[in-house]
């Protein structure tokens, strides 16, 4: 693999991220680490007076949090030591606790910290697109310049100029929110915030919308202590035993505690049908654990979110995985193509496709069938001994934010971006990764770079002879997945001898498509012809080759 050139020492006028030959650099693949945590879920079943309780510890709760975040934010990019998060946790406990406080100001930096990568990711954005409006502004309507083409019209031409124009004021106030640091934030979620303008097109009454509103905006979050009882004082749930529901109580902020009591109990019990063991022995041995309350207003229920992080995880080594072969698998929009291969990079077995049909369908359905997917992908990857399964690094950063303005608004540019957008990119590879390390199996990332391209050019016909079945160019491009991510060459060396005997006089023979290509129109590349040999030394005179192309036209003596 090509040694990757320093921006300082590439040659003037060559981009530094490509080779001499044009080609962009391969980044180097890589074993993802596996979940650092895990999270499971279980139903409260409250009582009509204990949900009017959580209910109101929430919303007290919640407008302390807000609070809190308004007045992180007003301090803007600060060095950790002037964060004054002692003094807001000092102010927060008189009208909470000491543990709600912590919970609140540790809470607040999460969320200032992640507004302030959405806003560099904002920028980042904003640039891209700004710079490809510009390209194709400075062409004139209809012409292409290089690898710039021109609008279709003076029209669209014109209508071009005034979106740039406005993404420039939205780079500038991004930018200016940037230097500053102090994003945007909307604590309930901005969606939904929006949707309050058009509330029958989303199908919801004022009263609906109301009630989503104020329970995206309750705070019943607690991080754990480890060493306390449960794992939590804030938020504590008791196990009765392995599998056994225990009582779950959550601390009574100081001024409610006249009208609800020092701690709110809930009445009936709680257990944890998922990961029920593991939970049991953290509890048991008083380790940290995060709880989260929550409550859904369309479906009226409360729910108990509980979580905690491993330790440090040990990761194998990519040559340690690559010993036991891999499956390489495509993402498209509607279906998985995977093929096994084994350590030398050779295909074994037959190429499978997945269905993966999520248009149209609602979150939950979209992520149920995404899992049934991945279980099939994790099935082959078992029953076929792979220690790894080989995904692309996607996440189509540049047709995101780019897309619109390089491919304009015609039925071209939306298919295009509607099939970008049905690609679940991020939520595969974050279900593959957890579902995989639950069956210790590991996923190895590799860059995208030329894998359907190159795939399609050298392994579809040969995968297609193998297995004797249907087999597409998504296919070829799993096979060119899983040979990256080996360390193998995706590229077939083309037929011919492979001593270089001959190759010095011409061009080696062709490959079989590309040979009868040459042999129908007359063009093919013609195998050099024998030429004489020196003869011994001194004599001056040169030998007729030993060749059948070479020998003499005159009949043979007898």
């Given at each position: 693999?090509?040694?990757?050139?320093?921006?300082?020492?590439?040659?003037?006028?060559?981009?530094?991220?490509?080779?001499?030959?044009?080609?962009r650099?391969?980044?180097?693949?890589?074993v993802?680490?596996?979940?650092?945590?895990?999270?499971?879920?279980?139903?409260?079943?409250?009582?009509?007076?204990?949900?009017?309780?959580?209910?109101?510890?929430?919303?007290?709760?919640g407008h302390?949090?807000?609070?809190?975040?308004?007045?992180?934010?007003a301090?803007?990019?600060?060095?950790?030591?002037?964060?004054?998060?002692?003094?807001?946790?000092?102010?927060?406990t008189?009208?909470?606790?000491?543990?709600?406080?912590?919970?609140?100001?540790?809470?607040a930096?999460?969320?200032?910290?992640?507004?302030?990568?959405?806003?560099?990711?904002?920028?980042?954005?904003?640039?891209?697109?700004?710079?490809?409006?510009?390209?194709?502004?400075?062409?004139?309507?209809?012409?292409?310049?290089?690898?710039?083409?021109?609008?279709?019209?003076?029209?669209?031409?014109?209508?071009?100029?005034?979106?740039?124009?406005?993404?420039?004021?939205?780079?500038?106030?991004?930018?200016?929110?940037?230097?500053?640091?102090?994003?945007?934030?909307s604590?309930?979620?901005?969606?939904?915030?929006?949707?309050?303008?058009?509330?029958?097109?989303?199908?919801?009454?004022?009263?609906?919308?109301?009630?989503?509103?104020?329970?995206?905006?309750?705070?019943?979050?607690?991080?754990?202590?480890?060493?306390?009882?449960?794992?939590?004082?804030?938020?504590?749930?008791?196990?009765?035993?392995?599998?056994?529901?225990?009582?779950?109580?959550?601390?009574?902020?100081?001024?409610?505690?006249?009208?609800?009591?020092?701690?709110?109990?809930?009445?009936?019990?709680?257990a944890?049908?998922?990961?029920?063991?593991?939970?049991?022995?953290?509890?048991?041995?008083?380790?940290?654990?995060?709880?989260?309350?929550?409550?859904?207003?369309?479906?009226?229920?409360?729910?108990?979110?509980?979580?905690?992080?491993?330790?440090?995880?040990?990761?194998?080594?990519?040559?340690?995985?690559?010993?036991?072969?891999?499956?390489?698998?495509?993402?498209?929009?509607?279906?998985?193509?995977?093929?096994?291969?084994?350590?030398?990079?050779?295909?074994?077995?037959?190429?499978?496709?997945?269905?993966?049909?999520?248009?149209?369908?609602?979150?939950?359905?979209?992520?149920?069938?995404?899992?049934?997917?991945?279980?099939?992908?994790?099935?082959?990857?078992r029953?076929?001994?792979?220690?790894?399964?080989?995904?692309?690094?996607?996440?189509?950063?540049?047709?995101?934010?780019?897309?619109?303005?390089?491919?304009?608004?015609?039925?071209?540019?939306?298919?295009?971006?509607?099939?970008?957008?049905?690609?679940?990119?991020?939520?595969?590879?974050?279900?593959?990764?957890?579902?995989?390390?639950?069956?210790?199996?590991h996923?190895?990332a590799?860059?995208?770079a030329?894998?359907?391209?190159?795939?399609?050019?050298?392994?579809?016909?040969?995968?297609?002879?193998?297995?004797?079945?249907?087999?597409?160019?998504h296919?070829a491009?799993?096979?060119?997945?899983?040979?990256?991510?080996?360390?193998?060459?995706?590229?077939?060396?083309?037929?011919?001898?492979?001593?270089?005997?001959?190759?010095?006089?011409?061009?080696?023979?062709?490959?079989?498509?590309?040979?009868?290509?040459?042999?129908?129109?007359?063009?093919g590349?013609?195998?050099?012809?024998?030429?004489?040999?020196?003869?011994?030394?001194?004599?001056?005179?040169?030998?007729?080759?030993?060749?059948?192309?070479?020998?003499?036209?005159?009949?043979?003596?007898?």
């Open positions: 693999m090509d040694t990757p050139i320093q921006p300082s020492e590439a040659p003037a006028g060559r981009d530094p991220a490509r080779n001499a030959g044009g080609l650099r391969i980044v180097v693949p890589f993802v680490a596996p979940p650092a945590g895990v999270r499971i879920r279980t139903r409260l079943r409250p009582t009509d007076t204990e949900a009017a309780a959580l209910t109101t510890i929430g919303e007290h709760l302390l949090y807000r609070t809190d975040l308004a007045g992180r934010v301090l803007g990019r600060v060095p950790a030591a002037q964060r004054a998060r002692t003094e807001r946790k000092r102010n927060l008189a009208v909470s606790s000491s543990r709600w406080a912590g919970a609140i100001t540790r809470a930096e999460d969320q200032y910290q992640l507004g302030m990568r959405a806003l560099v990711a904002e920028v980042s954005h904003l640039r891209a697109a700004t710079a490809a409006l510009h390209r194709r502004i400075a062409v004139p309507a209809g012409p292409k310049d290089g690898k710039n083409r021109g609008y279709r019209s003076e029209s669209e031409r014109f209508q071009k100029t005034r979106r740039l124009s406005q993404l420039q004021e939205r780079l500038e106030a991004a930018q200016t929110a940037l230097a500053a640091g102090r994003p945007s934030i604590v309930g979620g901005r969606r939904l915030w929006k949707t309050r303008n058009h509330l029958g097109e989303a199908g919801l009454t004022r009263v609906q919308w109301e009630e989503r509103w104020a329970a995206s905006r309750m705070f019943l979050t607690a991080d754990g202590e480890s060493g306390s009882i449960g794992g939590n004082q804030t938020i504590r749930l008791t196990a009765a035993g392995t599998g056994l529901p225990g009582k779950l109580s959550v601390k009574v902020p100081t001024p409610l505690v006249p009208a609800l009591g020092d701690r709110l109990v809930l009445s009936v019990p709680v944890f049908a998922h990961r029920g063991e593991e939970w049991t022995d953290r509890v048991a041995s008083r380790r940290c654990i995060r709880y989260d309350i929550g409550f859904d207003p369309e479906k009226g229920r409360w729910y108990l979110d509980a979580s905690w992080s491993y330790g440090d995880l040990q990761v194998l080594p990519l040559e340690a995985l690559q010993s036991s072969g891999v499956v390489g698998v495509d993402l498209n929009a509607d279906h998985l193509a995977a093929c096994r291969l084994d350590a030398s990079g050779n295909p074994v077995g037959q190429p499978i496709t997945i269905p993966l049909e999520l248009a149209g369908l609602n979150a939950g359905a979209r992520d149920g069938r995404l899992r049934s997917a991945i279980t099939t992908l994790l099935d082959l990857a029953d076929t001994g792979a220690a790894a399964i080989a995904i692309e690094n996607l996440d189509f950063e540049d047709s995101r934010s780019t897309g619109r303005e390089t491919m304009g608004r015609g039925a071209r540019g939306k298919r295009f971006r509607r099939t970008v957008h049905g690609i679940p990119t991020g939520k595969f590879r974050d279900r593959l990764v957890g579902m995989a390390a639950n069956r210790g199996i996923v190895i590799v860059d995208p030329y894998t359907s391209k190159w795939g399609g050019q050298h392994w579809h016909k040969p995968l297609q002879a193998a297995s004797g079945g249907t087999v597409t160019r296919h491009a799993s096979v060119a997945i899983g040979r990256r991510a080996l360390g193998c060459r995706i590229r077939r060396r083309e037929d011919g001898p492979r001593t270089r005997q001959w190759t010095g006089a011409g061009k080696p023979s062709p490959r079989p498509n590309q040979a009868s290509k040459g042999a129908a129109t007359g063009t590349p013609v195998r050099p012809a024998a030429t004489s040999r020196p003869g011994p030394p001194g004599t001056g005179r040169r030998q007729a080759p030993k060749t059948v192309r070479g020998a003499s036209a005159s009949p043979r003596r007898t």
